[in-house]
């Protein structure tokens, strides 16, 4: 079974930066898309950013331009770089890894708490 387990997440001024990492414990497998995804209080969890593992990422416009999405395979590990912060980025950040073929799976960690405030 695979664990996926946030960390990174904190306090930051408005215009701060944050880097949140995700970990994966178990197997995962080549042709699979990590993601992030956030939820704030009050609304319903929303996609960030995905990355696919030959390294192909997309954002949403929540996050294009100011947060950077990677990962490395052969750590299983997963990165979400964000600058610029603002107030309305606040909320809990998950990760996600999802395979459509066999081996299928879709995994969720935990989350990690971002606060964006002064």
């Known amino acids: 079974q695979v664990q996926l387990v946030e960390s990174g997440g904190g306090l930051v001024q408005p215009g701060g930066s944050l880097t949140l990492s995700c970990a994966a414990s178990?197997?995962?497998?080549?042709?699979?898309?990590w993601g992030w995804y956030r939820q704030a209080p009050g609304k319903q969890r929303e996609l960030v950013a995905t990355i696919t593992s030959g390294g192909t990422a997309r954002y949403e416009d929540i996050a294009e331009g100011r947060f950077t999405i990677s990962r490395h395979n052969g750590k299983n590990t997963m990165w979400l770089q964000m600058n610029s912060l603002k107030p309305e980025d606040t909320g809990v950040y998950y990760c996600n890894a999802r395979r459509h073929v066999t081996p299928r799976y879709n995994h969720w960690g935990q989350g990690t708490q971002v606060t964006v405030s002064s």
């Open positions: 178990g197997s995962v497998f080549s042709g699979d898309v």
